[in-house]
């Protein structure tokens, strides 16, 4: 950020403001948690904050302080609107194209509001006055983090702002093991817990609240559908509107499985597939040099990061297989030299 836009900001939240901040389609721990961290600062400051989400995400989030002030844009559609047409300002966390946020879009783009993007992904539009943006910060709540202590309150960062802060840096680095894992990371984690983040809380909170359902449905992903092709590095799982079904799936379930296809030895590229939500949700991983981003960009109507990506097929999910099985054979010597 731009020391004049950051002195910009400081004075803008002297006054008492309006403030919405809105994250990405079905949030995750990082969306979630650096919203909620931003949310217990601001409030601190006597603003009246709103969190937004375009719709629902995992239970395993729902302690995070000030969860039950969120507002699910599909639910509550009218007091979602209302409340972004008052905004004085609009905070948008964890991505960087209103495509990100589906129909709350539509009323960020024409709100008369700022608009201040606090990202990590990688290619962003530019749609806002304010950006802070580092493709090498491990998550937005790092980036939060250090907007935080930037604009001089670092003594603001209580308990549930530690709290929020510490499990998107958490969940968005797979638990301090991905190469986003800096030492400033650590740092900053170390900070958190300082201010009163518990870290096996949150661990246990987020990675240790599944339903038998779940462990099972993974279970049968593991067992019946992980599929290896050894020629291209490349392991994938495909779960049906069906299949998900059977295991009573809820938001969230799924979340993690592909890694387990990319801890196979050799393996460099996973790639996974669900049929839910009216079409086919895609997620790739990777490891090394091979860029996840690109190809859910040239692909699958996605993006993200360089090693993970998501993006969506609106074909049957075993069109889908079909299409990603024959784009293999193009990639196979990027995955063969994949460092
Ligand atoms: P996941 O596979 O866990 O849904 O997402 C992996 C990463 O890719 C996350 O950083 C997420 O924000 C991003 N991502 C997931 N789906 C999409 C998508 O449809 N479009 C874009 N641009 N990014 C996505
Ligand atoms: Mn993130």
């Given amino acids: 950020m731009k020391p004049g836009q950051l002195k910009d900001l400081k004075n803008f939240l002297k006054t008492k ?14 969306a979630m948690g650096s919203s909620l961290g931003l949310y217990n600062f601001l409030i601190q400051l006597k603003h009246r904050v709103t969190v937004i989400t375009p719709n629902d995400y995992p239970s395993f989030l729902f302690w995070l302080p000030g969860n039950k002030k969120v507002l699910v ?22 991505f960087n194209s209103l495509k990100r946020i589906d129909k709350l879009g539509d009323e960020v783009a024409v709100s008369k509001a700022k608009k201040m993007i606090i990202d990590h992904h990688l290619q962003p539009d530019g ?21 935080i202590c930037a604009l001089d309150y670092k003594k603001l960062i209580n308990k549930a702002v530690a709290n929020c802060l510490y499990t998107g840096i958490m969940t968005d680095t797979g638990s301090f093991r991905f190469p986003s894992t800096s030492a400033k990371t650590l740092r900053i984690a170390a900070d958190l817990v300082e201010a009163g983040a518990s870290n096996w809380e949150a661990y246990n909170n987020v990675y240790d609240d599944n339903s038998g359902e779940r462990i099972k449905l993974l279970g049968y992903c593991l067992g019946e559908k992980l599929k290896v092709f050894p020629e291209y590095r490349t392991a994938m799982i495909s779960l049906s509107a069906e299949e998900l079904t059977r295991y009573n799936y809820q938001k969230g379930d799924t ?6 296809g990319l801890s196979i030895r050799g393996i460099r590229f996973a790639a996974f597939f669900a049929d839910r939500d009216n079409m086919i949700k895609v ?41 990603f099985l024959a784009l293999l054979p193009a990639y196979a010597k990027q995955l063969n030299t994949a460092k």
């Fill in 17 to 30: 403001r309006n403030i919405v901040i809105v994250t990405h389609w079905t949030p995750d721990g990082d």
């Fill in 73 to 94: 844009f599909s639910e509550k559609t009218s007091l979602a609107k209302k409340a972004v047409a008052k905004a004085d300002i609009i905070f948008c966390l964890d």
């Fill in 127 to 147: 749609f806002a006055d304010y950006m802070l943006h580092d493709v090498r910060a491990s998550s937005t709540a790092q980036l939060v983090y250090e907007l």
């Fill in 255 to 260: 979340e993690g499985v592909i890694n387990y």
């Fill in 283 to 323: 997620s790739f991983r990777s490891k090394g040099s091979f860029d996840v981003n690109k190809f859910a960009r040239m692909h699958f109507e996605g993006g993200g990061h360089a090693n993970a990506a998501g993006g969506m097929s609106k074909l049957t999910l075993d069109q889908t297989i079909d299409k």
